[in-house]
């Protein structure tokens, strides 16, 4: 099936520093979704990116739309301890009528405090 | 998480047993998904439903069943554990469009 390769896979930060992660995919997709996973609870909605070459905000997250449609970034600026989970990059699977997401692996942030 | 609420959140089956994820909605969407995940390996679609009545295969549906008898409920069923479905359960709506996403807050399941 189709795949989102999502790197780095973890990280570890200091408190304050900025973190960038990203998702590449070989395949085109129109919209790309930023989610975040806290322990213990199911995947929240970040960003949404609707258009190649965008770039959108949400307080310290920026994330960007390739302008190839087949990749992302997400960075976070100034971390704090708060911003610890998992973050996940997900596309729309537009095959056959299931709307479905697909997601990446997931990216583990661990912030030493 | 308000909107979907999953059913229980924990569960330790021993292999062969049965049981039944429920996963009911108030928000009054059409589609529901039931996903796993599991470490480093993201979250995988199950099985989904579309509307009431109809339920379509996934990525990974083998070892499942499932029932969306009306538009509130729809639950994912193990007929015989296996340990490889140790596993957390997610079940999510859409309402469509891309921000009508909305996910449990999970039923994590071992199978010993």
């Known amino acids: 099936g189709q795949q989102l390769n999502q790197s780095p896979q973890s990280m570890f930060i200091q408190e304050g520093e900025d973190v960038s992660m990203n998702c590449t995919s070989s395949?085109?997709?129109?919209?790309w979704l930023w989610y975040k996973q806290d322990p213990g609870e199911g995947p929240v909605l970040l960003i949404a990116l609707y258009k190649a070459g965008e770039l959108t905000s949400n307080g310290r997250l920026t994330a960007q739309f390739g302008i190839t449609r087949k990749d992302s970034f997400l960075n976070i600026s100034a971390s704090i301890p708060s911003d610890v989970g998992i973050y996940f990059c997900a596309v729309q699977n537009y095959g056959g009528s299931q709307g479905n997401l697909i997601f990446g692996k997931g990216t583990k942030l661990s912030v030493k405090p | 998480n308000a909107g979907v609420t999953q059913t229980p959140k924990f569960q330790v089956l021993k292999t062969g047993q049965s049981m039944t994820l429920q996963c009911a909605q108030d928000m009054n969407h059409n589609s529901m998904y039931w996903y796993r995940q599991d470490p480093g390996m993201g979250l995988r679609l199950i099985y989904y439903s579309a509307s009431e009545g109809t339920t379509d295969k996934g990525e990974v549906p083998n070892g499942y069943n499932v029932s969306r008898l009306n538009k509130r409920e729809f639950s994912l069923r193990l007929e015989s554990a296996a340990p490889s479905q140790t596993s957390v359960y997610f079940c999510?709506?859409?309402?469509?469009?891309?921000?009508?996403?909305?996910f449990g807050s999970g039923t994590r399941l071992t199978v010993v």
């Open positions: 395949s085109i997709f129109n919209t």
């Open positions: 999510s709506l859409s309402a469509g469009g891309l921000r009508g996403y909305t």
